[in-house]
Each structure stands twice: as structure tokens, then as C-alpha cells.
């Protein structure tokens, strides 16, 4: 099984920063198969990232994705207090994981 | 739209049985896979199982296998998750989320979930 670290555990910015969250897996994902999703208070996940790097559907250009091989990268630019979030990462190969969630409070 | 929406939660005793369900509307559901995944109580998630779009294929978490099967019924619209000797620690809210293809695509949309709550 793919572990999925990420880190921080949370974080707390003002609104106009940047954010940077990590996720380094515990061994290389050399499929790309790797996303990104923003979970609010009672909802449901929504995909943020999939192929390390392509924005879903109406998902606004400052959040993008980066990485490769173990580690990845989610940031968000320009924060607006709606981004207040859980945020996980996700390998979607034959055996899916995810990450244990990074806490944004703006 | 597209929406998922999930059923058939609620309270059960250990060692029993609940089926789960989930209605997709707003697209062409025979075209998609389908996930299940859960989250504990203040915890992440985890994925459960997955069908595929003719339902010829199945895969289980190992941590489950033995105790559930999905299936699902296309003329309906519809996926089931079957979880039966449940045990405390199954206790979560399930969700359904679709896909195009059983692995290597990341899920697009998820259902509000379903709450288990499993006590005696």
C-alpha cells in the first residue's frame, strides 16, 4: 500500500497569502496518478487537481498542482477566506489512498 | 447537474448487515465506474471498493474483503454496497463517487455520503 504523508498538519493565513501544502508518498508514483481535494465542514470532497497538475472542471487558476515521483505539491495562491478547507491528496492507482488532510483556516 | 446520492445508513448492531445505495442522475451512468470510499468521524478517508461501468468487475480493500460486495443495477441508475458482520470500527460515513474507469482516473463528483453508525 501507498502511504501518502502530508504536511502541515495545519495552517493558519491571512487572506491575499500563498499556500504550500506537501504530500510526499511512500514510494514513486510514476502514473501521474496522483490528486488533490478540498473537503468543507459536512460535504463532500470536491476535486481540486488530478494528474498531479490539471485543474478540474471551473476550478480557479490559483490553485495548481506540481510534483513528481514522491513528492508533491499543492499551492494556492492569492487565499480568499472560502478556501478554508481540509485539503487531501490521493493516489488513484489499483490499491487508492489518501493523505491524512492538511487543515487551511484563513 | 450531476448528482450522486447516497442511502441507506443508519444505526446497526455489531455482527449485522447493511445495504447501502447510490443514485446517479445528470449523466450517462452506464458509462462510469463507480467508487466507494468512507470517512471515520474526524478522520481521512479511505477507499472501500469499486465496480466497474458494465459491472463485470469488482475490487475490495483488503480490510474489508470477505464482508462486502458492490454491485449495481444500470437499468436503475443505481450502485449498492452490501457490508455485512460489521464491526465498530466500520463506523463512518460511506460516499459514492464516479470515475471513468475503475483505476487511474480520480473520482469527479461525490454524493453527500451516508452515516453507519455501528452500537449495540
Known amino acids: 500500500e501507498i502511504v501518502l504523508t502530508q504536511s502541515p498538519g495545519s495552517l493558519s493565513l491571512s487572506p491575499g497569502e500563498g499556500a504550500t501544502l506537501s504530500c510526499r508518498a511512500s514510494?514513486?508514483?510514476?502514473?501521474?496518478?496522483l490528486a488533490w481535494y478540498q473537503q468543507k465542514p459536512g460535504q463532500a470532497p470536491r476535486l481540486l487537481i488530478d494528474?498531479?497538475?490539471r485543474r478540474a472542471t471551473d476550478i480557479p487558476d490559483r490553485f495548481s498542482g506540481s510534483g513528481s515521483g514522491t513528492d508533491f505539491t499543492l499551492n494556492i495562491d492569492r487565499l480568499e477566506p472560502e478556501d478554508s478547507a481540509v485539503y487531501f491528496c490521493?493516489?488513484?492507482?489499483?490499491?487508492?489512498?489518501f493523505g491524512q488532510g492538511t487543515k487551511l483556516e484563513i | 447537474q450531476v448528482q450522486l446520492v447516497e442511502s441507506g445508513g443508519g444505526v446497526v448492531q455489531p455482527g449485522g448487515s447493511l445495504r447501502l445505495s447510490c443514485a446517479g442522475s445528470?449523466?450517462?451512468?452506464?458509462?462510469?465506474?463507480f467508487h466507494w470510499f468512507r470517512q471515520a468521524p474526524g478522520k481521512g478517508l479511505e477507499w472501500v471498493a469499486v465496480?466497474?461501468?458494465?459491472?463485470?468487475?469488482?475490487y475490495y480493500a483488503d480490510s474489508l474483503q470477505g464482508r462486502i460486495t458492490v454491485s449495481r443495477d444500470n437499468s436503475e441508475n443505481t450502485v449498492h454496497l452490501q457490508l455485512n458482520n460489521l464491526r465498530r470500527e466500520d463506523a463512518a460515513k460511506y460516499f459514492c463517487?464516479?470515475?471513468?474507469?475503475?483505476?487511474?482516473?480520480?473520482?469527479?463528483?461525490w454524493g453527500q455520503g451516508t452515516l453507519v453508525t455501528v452500537s449495540s
Open positions: 463517487a464516479r470515475a471513468y474507469t475503475v483505476f487511474g482516473v480520480a473520482s469527479d463528483y
Open positions: 445528470g449523466f450517462t451512468f452506464r458509462r462510469h465506474a
Open positions: 465496480i466497474s461501468d458494465d459491472g463485470n468487475s469488482k
Open positions: 514510494q514513486s508514483l510514476p502514473t501521474r496518478y
Open positions: 494528474g498531479v497538475s
Open positions: 490521493h493516489q488513484y492507482g489499483s490499491s487508492p489512498t
